[in-house]
């Protein structure tokens, strides 16, 4: 199966400062990579993705950024705002395989 | 619109016990996921219906494990003899067509189940 590492874990900030996840994984065949946001209480939520015959992708404040020679890929937050505090997961995905395995998370913190 | 919503939202109950988490996805998605959340960790995948039939339950832990989605739409995820280790936070989450590039999966909130 799918192994999936995400670092770090942990991650404080101060309000206005870019943060960086990368997201490595271990099957080739995986093909589509997404980034979800966790609230406390809240299930998941998509927040961007890409696909792999794309290398970069920006919406807004948010960015992902795929290496598929090295099987990794990090998402990029510019002028965090402490609204962006939650817990982000990546989920990278073969889709022919049918399920996500999603990695352990990173708790993000942004301080006022 | 609504979105997915799963009932109830928390759950208490003794070990050895049945019980039974519902999921309503969003009207008009044809597949539907469920997962299992332990604390500090991922979601866990453990089961994907494609209509009312489970196209993929190779993440079911063993066989006290079970769901359903009789008519294509709500789905009931089924636990028998709980043991504590099953304490987790279930979501459910569904999307329009199924596993691919174009596809978004939508979580419902989850159920919080506790074993004791």
């Known amino acids: 199966g799918e192994n999936v590492e995400q670092h770090p874990s942990t991650l404080s900030v101060q309000e206005g400062d870019s943060a960086v996840i990368k997201c490595t994984y271990s099957d080739s065949a995986s093909n589509y990579f997404p980034w979800y946001k966790q609230e406390l209480g809240k299930g998941p939520q998509l927040i961007i993705d890409i696909r792999s015959n794309v290398g970069e992708k920006k919406d807004q404040r948010i960015a992902v950024t795929l290496n598929k020679t090295a099987k990794h890929f990090s998402l990029h937050i510019t002028e965090t705002q402490p609204e962006d505090s939650a817990v982000y997961f990546c989920a990278p995905h073969n889709t022919n395989a049918g399920k996500s395995t999603f990695g352990d998370g990173t708790t993000l913190t942004v301080k006022p | 619109g609504a979105g997915v919503s799963q009932t109830p939202s928390n759950k208490v109950t003794e070990k050895g016990k049945y019980v039974e988490l519902r999921c309503d996805p969003i009207?008009?998605?044809?597949?539907l996921y469920w997962y299992r959340q332990s604390l500090g960790q991922g979601p866990e995948f453990l089961i994907y219906?494609?209509?009312?039939?489970?196209?993929?339950d190779s993440g079911l832990p063993n066989d006290r494990f079970f769901a359903v989605r009789p008519e294509g739409s709500v789905s009931t995820l089924k636990i028998q003899r709980t043991e504590r280790g099953d304490s987790a936070v279930y979501l459910c989450?569904?999307?329009?067509?199924?596993?691919?590039?174009?596809?978004?999966?939508?979580f419902g909130p989850g159920t919080r189940l506790t074993v004791l």
């Open positions: 989450a569904s999307s329009l067509t199924g596993p691919s590039v174009t596809d978004t999966q939508y």
């Open positions: 009207s008009g998605h044809t597949a």
């Open positions: 219906f494609q209509g009312t039939g489970a196209a993929d």
